[in-house]
């Protein structure tokens, strides 16, 4: 009687299409940045001692990690024909045994030693010592698996194909990068850019041909650095994102973008905007840029998971994008402006971290990646609201100082922001009490028809305060 063929499934783009060692790394580095020095010693010294010495201080968290549908019918399929099913992997062997203890799937799991990179020839040569002269079937994605699907009995391919007779494609072709790439820069989010033109209304400037066109390249280049953060802060929240219900779907969460791809398009768009801002505004608003980059990447390794300073520090990288607005078109900003902004801002942030803590599992525990238990729920929202009504009381006070300045024909008219910001973020907050936002409150005030009506209603106020009555 014939035994039966063993079936060897890779782990790494083949039975998920995450990177299971190089999200180690990451995770390694995001512990402790300086780490990143630690790391690139055991690189130096061998891959296959870094992914050891990363496997042994952080355990994979196996239970989150995105399985191929493809991939799964295809073991089952095996499984049930009383076939040997085998996880074979470059990835370190204690999380390969991790992964196959959560699946329950695999007969025996090979991997990656400090001494030995299962990968490419060293893999196919593992294979030979173990099954001796015995045909196999081999699950792969790369070129390095060319050598593996050469000697198989029968091969798939998730995403490289060697174009050999015995290899055959499993399930859809990848989706293209740059579709993944463009997911990932968020454009929606772009919207909270508008904030660099704030300035340019209070200063009277809104038909300043010039001054319009310097706002709008400081909220392009505010935008273009906000993507390429995004893409650092989804790949330090990788773990967290696979937990979270929406977010799991993210580009880099669901393995639809390698890590190399966003860390190079992350290069680009943070290096870019710095070097077209020194050539056209010079060095004052190429500050705030930075200032903005260092904040907003203090936020992503560790503020966000600090409760408190999480919120405090939104609000500040909001308020920072109406100081960039005033420095590009080189005027004065109110203290009052800027108090206003960190308040309602703050009150914003609040608003972010109780529709999450709302959304929370897991009585009794931090919420994965934040600073906060779902018992905070109460005083987050108190703490919130309150921010938000300092926010109004700010702008009173606000309007009464533009009405000495003159730049305003009907100043009184004003009041109608005071009436516009009471209504709004009352009404957010009954709503989020609700569970009816969801996510980022931004977001969803760009998605509210009545948001948006609130906003078109300030926008008139302050036009028709500016120039009623009309000559």
Not at 277 to 282: C, G, H, I, P, T
Request: aromatic share 10%; net charge positive.
């Amino acid at each position: 009687m014939t035994a039966p063929v063993p079936l060897i499934v890779d782990l790494d783009g083949s039975l998920t299409p995450a990177d299971v060692s190089l999200e180690g790394f990451v995770a390694f580095v995001r512990a402790a940045p300086f780490n990143i020095f630690v790391l690139l010693w055991w690189i130096v010294k061998s891959r296959s001692v870094a992914k050891a010495m990363v496997a042994r201080r952080l355990p994979l968290d196996a239970d989150t990690l995105p399985v191929r549908d493809d991939v799964r019918m295809l073991i089952d399929q095996a499984r049930s024909e009383g076939r040997p099913v085998i996880l074979a992997s470059a990835s370190h062997r204690r999380n390969i045994a991790r992964v196959a203890r959560t699946l329950g799937k695999f007969d025996e799991a090979w991997g990656t030693s400090a001494r030995l990179n299962l990968k490419g020839a060293n893999k196919l040569t593992h294979i030979r010592a173990k099954l001796g002269d015995t045909p196999f079937d081999y699950v792969g994605d790369s070129k390095a698996d060319f050598p593996i699907w050469a000697a198989a009995r029968r091969g798939y391919s998730l995403n490289a194909h060697p174009g050999t007779a015995n290899v055959e494609r499993l399930g859809a072709l990848r989706k293209p990068a740059w579709r993944a790439m463009l997911k990932t820069l968020r454009p929606h989010q772009w919207a909270k850019n508008a904030l660099v033109f704030v300035p340019l209304l209070t200063a009277g400037l809104t038909f300043d041909l010039p001054a319009i066109a310097r706002a709008s390249l400081a909220a392009l280049l505010f935008s273009l650095i906000a993507s390429g953060i995004y893409q650092i802060n989804d790949l330090l929240d990788i773990d967290a994102d696979r937990a979270h219900a929406k977010k799991r779907m993210r580009p880099l969460a669901a393995g639809d973008l390698s890590i190399p791809a966003a860390l190079g398009l992350a290069a680009v768009l943070t290096i870019g905007p710095l070097i077209v801002s020194s050539l056209v505004f010079d060095w004052p608003l190429t500050m705030v840029l930075i200032a903005y980059l260092i904040l907003t990447s203090a936020y992503s390794f560790r503020l966000k998971a600090v409760m408190t300073l999480d919120v405090i520090a939104l609000a500040c990288l909001y308020t920072i994008r109406i100081l960039a607005g005033a420095v590009a078109i080189s005027v004065t900003l109110s203290f009052w402006l800027l108090l206003f902004s960190v308040f309602f801002f703050l009150s914003l942030g609040y608003l972010k971290r109780y529709t999450e803590l709302a959304a929370a599992t897991e009585p009794g525990r931090l919420i994965k990646g934040r600073g906060y238990l779902d018992s905070d729920l109460d005083l987050v929202g108190q703490s919130g609201i309150a921010a938000g009504m300092v926010s109004i009381l700010v702008m009173a006070l606000f309007i009464a100082d533009i009405k000495q300045t003159g730049t305003y024909r009907l100043p009184e008219l004003l009041w109608i922001l005071c009436l516009c910001l009471l209504y709004w973020i009352n009404r957010v907050w009954l709503m989020a009490r609700r569970g009816e936002v969801d996510g980022d409150p931004v977001a969803f005030a760009i998605r509210d028809p009545r948001s948006l009506g609130v906003v078109a209603a300030m926008g008139v106020a302050m036009f028709a305060a500016r120039y009623w009555p009309l000559n």
